[in-house]
Every structure is written in structure tokens, then in C-alpha cells.
């Protein structure tokens, strides 16, 4: 019988995630997303609550996950009894600043555990370049600190060497000032 080769899952990091939109796809096409970070709790649940559902329905558990959802078994009990904690832990709830970009850095290293970083994807907050977020502002988001969130993007990029990135954001990127 030949020796089949396992084929190698393509590692993802997913910043400002959201609610995993932007992850949905890449775990549908078969890619491990070692981490999603983003700052709001509701959103970072949704995450760790498909990340439970990809992982079950990968093992064709999908009833369990039924269970789960309509409150029969908790998310506690489902983690623990298909080992489900690394899907869970991607799931990570901080907001990505100038003080603590290094540290997420880091910790994504860490889940790589030596590992090659292939994609990353995400775009940050896009209302201080939106013509309609500008529009709303009477200084134009020129003082909003969401402006420059693209750098600590940058810096995750120089610091993994991800070999692809996908960054989406709004056409008012360019031209909403230096």
C-alpha cells in the first residue's frame, strides 16, 4: 500500500477578525487559522462559537453541536470532550495597539510552535477612513487612533514573513490624508 503523504494545512492569521467572516472561507477551503485577534468580547464568542462548529463538523459530529447551540451541553463540556481547546484558544480578545503588538506577536509565534506563518488576512476598522466616518466627524478622523492601526498590521507582517497577505479595507483608505 502506498504511503500516503499528509497534505500541509496552510497556517492563517486573521487580524481585527471581527466576527471571523473573513476566516470562514480560508477554514472552508481547509486552512488552519492559528489565530483570530480582536478586541470586542461579543465578537471574539461568535468566533470561539464557529470554531467549536468547524471542529465538529470536521469529526462529523454535528448533532453535538445541535446540542450545543440549543444549550443541552455547554460550550465548556464539548471543549473538553473532543478536545476542542485549540480551537477555542485562537480565539484571541485584545486590541492590538502600540503597546502590545509585540506581545501578540509573540503569542501567535508561540501557536505556530516553529511553524511557517503562510497568510495572513484582515483589514482594521475602517470608519476613520470612510467618507461617511469622516463625514460624521467634524476634526475628520484625523485624531482617531483607528488611523493607524495599519502599521501594527505591518509589523505583524515584517514580523511572521507570511508569504500571502490580504488586507481589505475601504476605498477612503487613500484619501483620507497623510
Known amino acids: 500500500m502506498p504511503n500516503k503523504k499528509k497534505k ?27 489565530a483570530h485577534i480582536e478586541m470586542d ?8 462559537t464557529r470554531m467549536v462548529y468547524h471542529a465538529l463538523r470536521k ?23 473532543y478536545k476542542l481547546t485549540k480551537e477555542i484558544d485562537s480565539v484571541i480578545q485584545e486590541k492590538i495597539s502600540r503597546e502590545n503588538y509585540k506581545q501578540l506577536i509573540d503569542e501567535v509565534k508561540r ?21 461617511i466616518g469622516r463625514g460624521s466627524d467634524r476634526n475628520h478622523m484625523k485624531r482617531d ?11 505583524f507582517l515584517k514580523a511572521l514573513k507570511a508569504k500571502v497577505f490580504i488586507f481589505e479595507n475601504v476605498p477612503g483608505l487613500l484619501s483620507s490624508g497623510k
Not at 500541509?8 to 492559528?34: H, P, Q, R, T
Not at 469529526?59 to 470532550?81: A, W
Request: with cysteine; proline share 3%.
Open 111 to 131: 501557536k505556530l510552535n516553529g511553524a511557517d506563518l503562510d497568510i495572513i488576512i484582515g483589514g482594521p476598522p475602517c470608519q476613520a477612513y470612510s467618507h
Open 41 to 48: 468580547k461579543e465578537a471574539c464568542e461568535t468566533i470561539r
Open 145 to 155: 487612533p483607528r488611523k493607524f492601526l495599519y502599521q501594527h498590521y505591518v509589523e
Open 59 to 81: 469529526k462529523g459530529k454535528l448533532d453535538e453541536y445541535k446540542k450545543y447551540i440549543s444549550g443541552k451541553i455547554t460550550r465548556d463540556e464539548i471543549v473538553n470532550k
Open 8 to 34: 500541509k494545512e496552510i497556517k492563517v492569521l486573521d487580524l481585527f477578525a471581527g466576527v471571523g467572516g473573513f476566516s470562514e472561507g480560508f477554514i472552508l477551503s481547509g486552512c488552519d487559522i492559528v
